[in-house]
């Protein structure tokens, strides 16, 4: 299939959606958001795909909610409507996902980055919720995720003040698993989400269920979930697989992709 703001791609077995409104710096229009959320959940219900990345262009990875396109909203309409209810699509893919940002990351398109599973930046990235500047605040989990991503004072920092984090801060603050010079970030993202599409699909999607409920959960609720999942992983054909390879001393050849 094919999309006005999105292009999608896949190599081996990672999907890869790349935001493409140039003209805009990806500015997420709400046409841009529903062609993310239908590549994503069509890689996620695709067989062929066990991890995805999303990326924008080396200037953008988004530089945020289109404002223009904002701009004359209305409290009453907002709320009637539930504005920005339909940003959460991202969260509910089951598969891994990779950010690859370049560029700008502000705003919604911060937000974004974090309702992925990890980020990896190039060296040039750019992290910031400038709302502030706008007369507005983050909406689609920017005081919540980055929060709990790089804690109170950092962000705090960027949202009250607006400033930008460069790639070094943001990795060193855990914003960022992994920086990459700019121009080799793409193939350095799909090489791990590769790896990642390589192991048993139910364990990775386990895996992802129970790091997001950490977030959720109390730990005792967290431990007790993941302490279950992994009780569950003993029922795959692919945990007797992975372990029998293991003592064998070759290479599993995991079933479940
Ligand atoms: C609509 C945008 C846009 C945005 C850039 N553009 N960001 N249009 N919404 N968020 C458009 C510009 O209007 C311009 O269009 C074109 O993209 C190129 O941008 P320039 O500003 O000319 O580029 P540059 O001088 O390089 O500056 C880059 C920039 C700046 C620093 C990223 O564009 C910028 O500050 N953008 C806004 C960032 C921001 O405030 N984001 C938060 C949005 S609020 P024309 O037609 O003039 O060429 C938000 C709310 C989240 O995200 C709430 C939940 C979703």
């Given at each position: 299939k094919t999309y006005e703001y999105v292009k999608v791609e896949q190599r081996g077995r990672v999907g890869i959606v790349t935001l493409h409104r140039p003209k805009a710096l990806n500015a997420l229009c709400s046409p841009l958001m529903k062609d993310l959320n239908d590549a994503l959940r069509a890689f996620d219900s695709?067989?062929?795909?066990g991890a995805m990345v999303v990326t924008g262009s080396e200037k953008a990875f988004a530089a945020g909610a289109d404002i223009k396109e904002m701009k004359d909203l209305e409290f009453v309409s907002n709320y009637t409507k539930n504005f920005?209810?339909?940003?959460?699509?991202?969260?509910?893919?089951?598969k891994p996902i990779i950010a690859a940002v370049n560029g700008f990351a502000l705003g919604g398109g911060c937000e974004v980055a974090m309702m992925c599973d990890m980020i990896y930046a190039g060296d040039k990235a750019k992290f910031g919720q400038p709302e502030i500047k706008l007369g507005t605040i983050p909406g689609a989990g920017g005081s919540q995720r980055l929060t709990s991503l790089v804690g109170k004072s950092k962000s705090m920092d960027m949202i009250l003040t607006g400033v930008m984090m460069d790639a070094v801060e943001a990795e060193r603050a855990g914003l960022v698993a992994r920086i990459f010079p700019a121009d080799k970030l793409l193939d350095e993202s799909v090489k791990a989400a590769s790896v990642i599409a390589s192991y048993s699909l139910p364990s990775v999607m386990m895996a992802k269920e129970a790091v997001n409920k950490s977030l959720e959960l109390s730990l005792a609720e967290g431990l007790h979930l993941e302490r279950r999942l992994f009780q569950a992983t003993?029922?795959?054909?692919d945990q007797k697989e992975g372990m029998a390879a293991f003592a064998e001393k070759r290479e599993p050849a995991f079933k479940h992709k």
């Open positions: 695709d067989d062929s795909v920005l209810a339909d940003w959460t699509g991202i969260t509910s893919i089951r003993f029922a795959t054909e």
